[in-house]
T-cell receptor, first 113, second 112 residues
Framework: GAGVSQSPSNKVTEKGKDVELRCDPI?????LYWYRQRLGQGLEFLIY????????KSGLPSDRFSAERTGESVSTLTIQRTQQEDSAVYLC???????????FGSGTRLTVV | QKEVEQNSGPLSVPEGAIASLNCTYS??????FFWYRQYSGKSPELIMF????GDKEDGRFTAQLNKASQYVSLLIRDSQPSDSATYLC????????????FGTGTKLQVIP
């Protein structure tokens, strides 16, 4: 596609429910990244994919968070048993390589009530 | 020490002035340096990247890199109110792959 597409754009969920966030990267971009941005805060790295493998999962905050990627395309970030502190904007980015910089999607704003 | 440090601001400049945004980084092996602009409620967008010591100009924007002093800066000439945003400095840290680490950003306010 022309850009990085994320869905849904907004998600309100009840505490304890599971949510799935989707990212469709730019076609041909082998690298894919997930970040979290809490209100008024900086970008918090979550996970990096190269193809469908995840060589760096160091930013996933707990075992409630998981992610997968199908080949060099769509990725899903799953948050199980959501907590209020999970409320944030979840940003996906893709790149040909890190040295070329990232293109970000418009994000998913997650609100846990 | 944070890997990438920026003054959070806000940095206020009058319209037409030069805005100077600074960033320092801790890893001497850092290779690539980026500036992203993030408008309130929007996602970051890449505006400049620089790999070599010195200056790189693109329109009203100039990125400056000094690897010996471990800082990178962004100058915005003829600042416009539309430049008001948070500017994120990002650096690739050596670690097997080109992982990008972001600073927390400097908020710029251009006063008409």
């Amino acid at each position: 596609g022309a850009g990085v597409s994320q869905s849904p754009s907004n998600k309100v969920t009840e505490k304890g429910k599971d949510v799935e966030l989707r990212c469709d990267p730019i076609s041909g971009h082998t690298a894919l990244y997930w970040y979290r941005q809490r209100l008024g805060q900086g970008l918090e790295f979550l996970i990096y994919f190269q193809g469908n493998s995840a060589p760096d999962k160091s930013g996933l905050p707990s075992d409630r968070f998981s992610a997968e990627r199908t080949g060099e395309s769509v990725s899903t970030l799953t948050i199980q048993r959501t907590q209020q502190e999970d409320s944030a904007v979840y940003l996906c980015a893709s790149s040909l390589s890190g040295i070329s910089g990232y293109t970000f999607g418009s994000g998913t704003r997650l609100t846990v009530v | 020490q944070k890997e990438v440090e920026q003054n959070s601001g806000p940095l206020s400049v009058p319209e037409g002035a030069i805005a100077s945004l600074n960033c320092t980084y801790s890893d001497r092996g850092s290779q690539s340096f980026f500036w992203y602009r993030q408008y309130s409620g929007k996602s970051p967008e890449l505006i400049m990247f620089i790999y070599s010591n010195g200056d790189k100009e693109d329109g009203r924007f100039t990125a400056q890199l000094n690897k010996a002093s471990q800082y990178v800066s962004l100058l915005i000439r003829d600042s416009q109110p539309s430049d008001s945003a948070t500017y994120l400095c990002a650096v690739t840290i050596e670690g097997g792959y080109q992982k990008v680490t972001f600073g927390t950003g400097t908020k710029l306010q251009v006063i008409p």
